[in-house]
């Protein structure tokens, strides 16, 4: 099962690059604090740093606050199920050794 992409808000992005510059956190505790995937802050990180953050997204249609929190919530359920689906395997693997 697949993640659906995540997008997110240029607020969004220079909240999360501000947040890993002052916390003194490294870049993958950063990136689980804020539920990023690693590579997306490193490449906002990078991206400062070269002052191009504000160009990081242009080519996407600019989203409305509900399409950026029903693209979370799309995200989130796809995580959850897929924690779901990795319960069952794992009772059904114990459920066999116990037999």
Known sequence: MELPRAQYSQE?????VKFFKE???TLVEA???LSLPESTLKNWVYADKRGELALVGKHQKPLTEVELELSRVKRELAEVKMDRDFI???ATYFAKGSR
């Open 31 to 33: 990136a689980k604090r």
């Open 88 to 90: 069952k395997k794992c």
């Open 12 to 16: 969004f992005r220079e909240q999360s």
């Open 23 to 25: 916390s003194g956190l």
